[in-house]
């Protein structure tokens, strides 16, 4: 817009009085009251005048200040406003542990034991005596008799779990890791500065590709007071070709002989051998702990599938040590938390079981043919539903997601919905967003794709289609 246009457009921009005396704006004042819709106005206009002035508008701007639209905008902003913003949310990405969107979905036994525990809740206390006792009692329990290790707790993540873990044993000692483990993990987390963070020193050995038994070795010549031999899993991403890791059977060994425990930081961790599903073997937490390592940490909100929760587990002397640093009580989770990752823990025993009750689990297995047969259902009842979409089924991939498993894909049927006459997907994709509950698809080759592998069944598949239904028509 030139200068006269851009003055003539802001002319057109109507009072906030008129406004508010019109029809349109009527049910919008009912339902929020006029002090707040005032706000909402005297916002959307001047967003209006920052875009004229600014050259957004590329066409005429009368639609855009008649008032059902000046109401509709004033409505959806307050909607905005007042909507829980941790709401429900309907994953279509094809991502199953969507880090954006709460990673791991918790099983229906860990809902019900979060409701369970909202109100009063035995946390603290033993049942038969009625005295005090400990907090994480019936998990630390539980993961003993999972992993196999001689003690176990918990505190609010894995990062938690590092940091504490670090700083109880290798505060101000040197603590040995190879280079090519020094991850940086989503938000900025870098073994380096957690290790700072807790006092240990970081000695580091090998090279980014290539690490030998003999580099360590050669470390503890050089530092004979070091307090561990650290592993890190590597979590989102991966080295390849020429490479060359030490195993912590190895690492074990070695540090029996030089008196020396191992920690070996899992990330994600696993109770289930997810080989058989289609993605590369990968140590569960019990690998670890029966190949000799003194303490475990990994997480509760990834392939665990349970609440976000660090999980620490291994030798009693060392666990105990943990459990007794000053930052144990700044860090221990809630008991909402404890709640839902017992239930986790339990269905855990079986991995049968934890592969059919376990959403995050049952994604990743979800066999090809069921996920084509939902997909070619989600498209039919598209067609029905906006008879003018072109919607196809197409191959595509799905990620586990969540730092694990960092370019493995897993194959998958995707609904594939071309952008109607006079939309733009972008448009489409944000509409969809703003609804309750939320709806997350991707945007691939000028499609708007949905993986029904991350939808949790047939109800969530149904919803996905009455809200893009909603969307389109409106």
């Given at each position: 817009m030139d200068d006269g246009s851009v003055a003539e457009a802001l002319r057109l921009l109507p009072k906030v009085d008129a406004l508010l005396g019109d029809a349109a704006f009527a049910p919008v004042i009912a339902a929020f009251g006029r002090a707040l819709v005032t706000e909402a106005v005297r916002a959307d206009l001047q967003d209006l005048r920052g875009g004229i002035a600014c050259g957004t508008f590329m066409e005429e701007v009368e639609p855009w200040v008649l008032p059902e639209a000046c109401a509709e905008r004033a409505r959806r902003r307050l909607?905005?406003?007042?909507?829980?913003?941790?709401?429900?949310?309907?994953?279509?990405?094809?991502?199953?542990?969507?880090?954006?969107?709460?990673?791991?979905?918790?099983?229906?036994?860990?809902?019900?034991?979060?409701?369970?525990?909202?109100?009063?809740?035995?946390?603290?206390?033993?049942?038969?005596?009625?005295?005090?006792?400990?907090?994480?009692?019936?998990?630390?329990?539980?993961?003993r008799e999972l992993t196999g290790a001689e003690a176990a707790t918990v505190v609010n993540n894995n990062a938690a779990a590092t940091l504490i873990t670090l700083a109880a044993l290798a505060a101000g000692r040197p603590v040995i890791v190879s280079r090519g483990q020094l991850v940086e993990i989503g938000g900025s987390f870098r073994i380096p500065d957690v290790m700072a963070q807790s006092g240990a020193r970081l000695v580091e050995v090998g090279t980014t590709n290539r690490t030998h038994l003999a580099d360590y070795e050669r470390a503890?010549?050089?530092?004979?007071?070091?307090?561990?031999?650290?592993?890190?899993?590597t979590s989102n991403f991966r080295v390849v070709g020429f490479t060359s890791e030490v195993s912590t059977a190895e690492l074990v060994a070695l540090g029996r002989r030089r008196g020396v425990p191992v920690m070996?930081?899992?990330?994600?961790?696993?109770?289930?051998?997810?080989?058989?599903?289609?993605?590369?073997?990968?140590?569960?937490?019990?690998?670890?702990?029966?190949?000799?390592?003194?303490?475990?940490?990994?997480?509760?909100?990834?392939?665990?599938?349970?609440?976000?929760?660090?999980?620490?587990?291994?030798?009693?002397?060392?666990?105990?040590?943990?459990?007794?640093?000053?930052?144990?009580?700044?860090?221990?989770?809630?008991?909402?938390?404890?709640?839902?990752?017992?239930?986790?823990?339990?269905?855990?025993?079986?991995?049968?079981?934890?592969?059919?009750?376990?959403?995050?689990?049952?994604?990743?297995?979800?066999?090809?043919?069921?996920?084509?047969?939902?997909?070619?259902?989600?498209?039919?009842?598209?067609?029905?539903?906006?008879?003018?979409?072109?919607?196809?089924?197409?191959?595509?991939?799905?990620?586990?997601?969540?730092?694990?498993?960092?370019?493995?894909?897993?194959?998958?049927?995707?609904?594939?919905?071309?952008?109607?006459?006079?939309?733009?997907?972008?448009?489409?994709?944000?509409?969809?967003?703003?609804?309750?509950?939320?709806?997350f698809a991707r945007i691939h080759d000028d499609r708007l794709v949905l993986d029904p592998r991350t939808l949790l069944g047939p109800d969530e598949d149904r919803e996905v289609v009455d809200a893009l239904a909603a969307v389109l028509r409106r």
């Open positions: 909607e905005a406003q007042h909507r829980v913003r941790c709401g429900r949310a309907l994953n279509a990405t094809g991502v199953v542990l969507h880090t954006g969107l709460g990673r791991a979905p918790l099983s229906e036994g860990a809902r019900r034991a979060l409701v369970a525990a909202s109100g009063f809740a035995v946390v603290e206390v033993d049942r038969a005596s009625g005295q005090r006792g400990q907090r994480d009692e019936a998990v630390a329990a539980l993961l503890l010549d050089a530092h004979p007071d070091a307090a561990l031999l650290l592993r890190v899993h070996d930081d899992l990330g994600s961790g696993s109770f289930v051998d997810l080989a058989p599903h289609g993605l590369p073997h990968e140590p569960r937490v019990q690998d670890s702990v029966a190949a000799g390592a003194g303490v475990v940490t990994f997480s509760g909100d990834k392939l665990l599938g349970g609440p976000q929760a660090g999980l620490v587990v291994g030798q009693r002397a060392l666990v105990e040590q943990v459990r007794r640093h000053p930052l144990y009580r700044a860090l221990r989770p809630d008991k909402l938390t404890l709640a839902a990752l017992e239930a986790t823990l339990v269905a855990s025993r079986d991995p049968v079981r934890a592969c059919e009750e376990l959403p995050a689990l049952r994604m990743i297995a979800a066999p090809l043919a069921a996920l084509e047969a939902r997909a070619q259902a989600i498209a039919r009842a598209l067609v029905a539903a906006v008879p003018s979409l072109v919607v196809t089924v197409v191959e595509g991939a799905s990620k586990v997601g969540g730092g694990s498993y960092a370019v493995e894909a897993l194959p998958t049927r995707l609904v594939a919905v071309a952008p109607p006459a006079g939309w733009r997907l972008e448009v489409v994709a944000s509409r969809l967003r703003e609804r309750d509950p939320a709806v």
